[in-house]
């Protein structure tokens, strides 16, 4: 069974950051690609980032590209994503997922899914 949990959420200003965890156990993280998706109110779920297992590529969308990091602790098993810069359109729920790899996830394959968490930014 793979646990996807996040954690980190909460309301920041525009401008501000804030940094987002996922925990899972380390047999998932050594096993798949991981990332983060998005959606806001009334919108499709979107990709954000995503992490090979190694940690050593990461992949980004247009939309958070030099505003968000996607990083990976092996000694934790948790992988991170620090946003700065955050602009009220980055306000959604964000969700850790999970797939075969780190390209696949952009792709949008996802085999498990956290429950998200809200973040809020206020303008």
């Known amino acids: 069974q793979v646990e996807l949990v996040e954690s980190g959420g909460g309301l920041v200003q525009a401008g501000g950051s804030m940094r987002l965890s996922c925990a899972a156990s380390?047999?998932?993280?050594?096993?798949?690609?991981l990332g983060w998706y998005r959606q806001a109110p009334g919108k499709e779920r979107e990709f954000v980032a995503a992490?090979?297992?190694?940690?050593?590529?990461?992949y980004y969308s247009d939309s958070v590209k030099g505003r968000f990091t996607i990083s990976k602790d092996r000694a934790d098993n948790t992988v991170y994503l620090q946003m700065n810069s955050l602009k009220p359109e980055d306000t959604a729920v964000y969700y850790c997922?999970?797939?075969?790899?780190?390209?696949?996830?952009?792709?949008?394959?996802?085999?498990?899914w956290g429950k998200g968490t809200l973040v809020t930014v206020s303008s």
């Open positions: 997922a999970a797939g075969t790899s780190a390209p696949t996830v952009q792709a949008g394959s996802v085999h498990y």
């Open positions: 992490i090979s297992r190694l940690g050593i590529n990461t």
């Open positions: 380390q047999r998932t993280t050594q096993t798949y690609g």
